[in-house]
Nanobody, 125 residues
């Protein structure tokens, strides 16, 4: 069992920055994957960024070059640094974890086992 808690959401103006944090507790293993997803009402949850235990990363085309995902293994915290935010980035952001046997880093919901409750990000124009 892995517990996942996100924080750091808020309201910013277009062009601003936010940093989301995801704290995990429970059993994780040497080959894990973690990711950030986002969802707006009426739309499917979409993958934003992912990171694997070997520090390889993957980004959605819509955020590449603006968002940066990272992990502090010592603290069991994953971050999503979001720069140059746009109104279309407004969504509920979710942290997701696959704690073991993650060989292929992906941005599909099926790639992850455990989810947080979400943190809201709102970007105004």
């Amino acid at each position: 069992q892995v517990d996942v808690v996100e924080s750091g959401g808020g309201s910013v103006q277009s062009g601003g920055s936010l940093r989301l944090s995801c704290v995990t507790s429970g059993d994780t293993y040497s080959r894990y994957c973690m990711g950030w997803f986002r969802q707006v009402p009426g739309k499917e949850r979409e993958g934003v960024a992912g990171v694997r235990s070997d520090r390889s990363t993957l980004y959605a085309a819509s955020v590449k070059g603006r968002f940066t995902i990272s992990v502090d293994n010592a603290k069991n915290i994953m971050y999503l640094q979001m720069d140059s935010l746009k109104p279309e980035d407004t969504a509920m952001y979710y942290c997701a974890v696959r704690p073991r046997w993650c060989f292929n880093l992906g941005l599909s919901r099926d790639d992850y086992n455990y989810w947080g409750q979400g943190t809201q990000v709102s970007v105004s124009s």
